[in-house]
């Protein structure tokens, strides 16, 4: 069966590759169909594969002992779930759990490795992956830390707008009280003030953006930070993709 050429890829880091690469590292990778609520790579469990996103959205979710929980970064198109095997670990303290459906090409562990080995290019994309990553979770912290709850919800609408088709994000009030850390009624609340600015529409389990531009002002300077590290180190990706 003839392989998909390295263009039609949407996975950011597999279109990045030099075509040599490419065309070692696409003998290892199966397509994995990312379901809702899956978890492709569980906390504090040894890793056996990373997975290069190309459609749907993995959440990176932290959890205490004692239950709390929240979203301290996300993963889309333009990157790769499985950090920690790139970094010298074999596993991750947080879960990596599909918050958006879609598909992500599975590339196993020993043959990560071996790449690592053979290609130095590949070892420094991965590696400037890992700094974007790193900012995006120190943004977030930023976010949590110091500005309010809508623009924090405003900033994650756009985080998740940045890496899907289209306006339509499928989530509910639920799914946002656990990633942003809050109660449903604050999330009720955020998404009236955005709402009646007329940035987004809401209806039963999907969030309509109506005008991006004023999400970005409703966010204000909790957004873009992270992703103007990306675009430093990896080339723009920011745009909504295109098939």
Same mark, same amino acid.
């Given at each position: ?130 700094? *974007?990553? !790193? +900012? ?6 930023? &976010?949590?830390? $110091?500005? %309010?709850?809508?623009? #924090? ?36 609340? *955020?998404? !009236? +003030? ?6 987004? &529409?809401?209806? $039963?389990? %999907?969030?309509?953006? #109506? ?33």
């Amino acid at each position: 069966m003839k392989q998909p050429l390295q263009a039609t890829y949407r996975n950011r880091l597999l279109v990045g590759l030099r075509p040599a690469d490419f065309a070692w590292v696409q003998n290892h990778l199966t397509p994995v169909v990312l379901r809702v609520g899956d978890v492709p790579m569980p906390a504090a469990t040894p890793l056996t594969h990373v997975y290069f996103v190309e459609q749907g959205i993995v959440s990176l979710v932290a959890r205490s002992s004692d239950g709390e929980q929240a979203e301290i970064g996300l993963v889309g198109y333009e990157g790769v779930v499985g950090l920690p095997l790139i970094l010298g670990s074999d596993r991750a303290p947080y879960d990596g759990q599909v918050q958006m459906a879609g598909l992500a090409w599975a590339m196993p562990a020993e043959a990560l490795f071996a790449m690592l080995q053979r290609s130095a290019a590949f070892s420094e994309g991965l590696l400037r992956y890992a700094q *974007a990553s !790193a +900012v995006q979770v120190a943004g977030t912290a930023l &976010a949590n830390a $110091r500005y %309010t709850l809508a623009a #924090r919800l405003a900033r994650w609408l756009l985080m998740c707008h940045d890496r899907v088709e289209g306006d339509d994000l499928p989530t509910t009030h639920r799914f946002l009280s656990v990633m942003l850390g809050v109660n449903r009624t604050g999330v009720s609340e *955020a998404m !009236a +003030v955005l709402e009646r600015a007329g940035v987004i &529409a809401t209806k $039963r389990g %999907t969030i309509t953006i #109506r005008d991006r531009e004023k999400l970005i002002a409703q966010a204000g300077a909790c957004y873009g930070m992270p992703e103007a590290e990306y675009d430093r180190l990896l080339g723009p990706t920011t745009s909504t993709p295109t098939v």
